[in-house]
């Protein structure tokens, strides 16, 4: 398999501040990540797609101004929720593909829970 | 747009084998997959089939795929507590990229 690792796996901030969230793969380098967000009790939206040393793509609705997505390197991609609102309290999750014909499968960090007060 | 659908909730006693149905509607869906998430954590790729095969057994896992109804099932033999968890099923046209997910099945074991 691989790892992929994500941190922190759990933040409580104040409302209007920003949180970072990275997404490392540690045993394989990827050119894309993903980000997914998990409500509670329901299942994971694709929020986007984290593209190295590109813009990311991001899904319908979500806004690209408030979550903004940094892929630096080909073992790092970084979430920043700015101005984070009560609403915006989720479950994060990152995942991330190993590169290579016929690569089916992704591999998920542990997630980020967090909570804004 | 893509729409995967599962049951909520599920019991079984342990030791009995447990089911988690899926349907999806996305005919080109090309890869599905079934995922384990434990309390508190992220998602364990359990196994995934091609949507040209039919069944692949793994070990206790069993998934059977019924492309024309676009019926997609988990078989867990011998279920012990430790199969505890959420199960989601997800399925892609083009392989892990853009994974789309049902709303997952919370599998609760009795001892």
């Known amino acids: 398999g691989a790892v992929v690792s994500q941190h922190p796996s759990r933040v409580i901030c104040k409302s209007g501040t920003s949180v970072k969230i990275e997404c490392r793969s540690l045993?394989?380098?990827?050119?894309?990540m993903f980000w997914y967000r998990q409500f509670p009790k329901q299942s994971l939206m694709l929020m986007a797609t984290?593209?190295?040393?590109?813009?990311?793509?991001?899904e319908q609705g979500v806004e690209k101004d408030k979550f903004l997505i940094n892929h630096a390197s080909l073992t790092l991609s970084t979430l920043t929720v700015t101005s984070a609102h009560p609403e915006d309290s989720s479950f994060y999750i990152c995942?991330?593909?190993?590169?290579?014909?016929?690569?089916?499968?992704?591999?998920f960090g542990q997630g980020t829970r967090l909570t804004v007060v | 747009g893509e729409d995967v659908e599962q049951s909520l909730f599920l019991s079984v006693r342990e030791g009995d084998s447990s089911v988690i149905n899926c349907t999806y509607t996305?005919?080109?869906?090309?890869?599905l997959y079934w995922y384990k998430q434990e309390p508190g954590a992220g998602l364990q790729l359990l196994t995934y089939?091609?949507?040209?095969?039919d069944m692949k057994q793994d070990q206790r896992l069993t998934v059977l795929l019924n492309k024309k109804d676009k019926h997609l099932s988990l078989r867990i033999a011998d279920t012990q507590t430790g199969d505890s968890a959420i199960y989601f099923c997800?399925?892609?046209?083009?392989?892990?990229?853009?994974?789309?997910f049902g709303t997952g099945t919370r599998l609760t074991v009795i001892p």
């Open positions: 995942s991330a593909r190993k590169p290579g014909q016929g690569s089916t499968e992704a591999f």
């Open positions: 045993d394989f380098q990827a050119t894309t």
């Open positions: 997800a399925e892609s046209q083009t392989g892990a990229n853009n994974l789309f």
């Open positions: 996305d005919s080109s869906s090309t890869y």
């Open positions: 089939i091609f949507s040209n095969m």
């Open positions: 984290s593209n190295e040393g590109s813009k990311a793509t991001y």
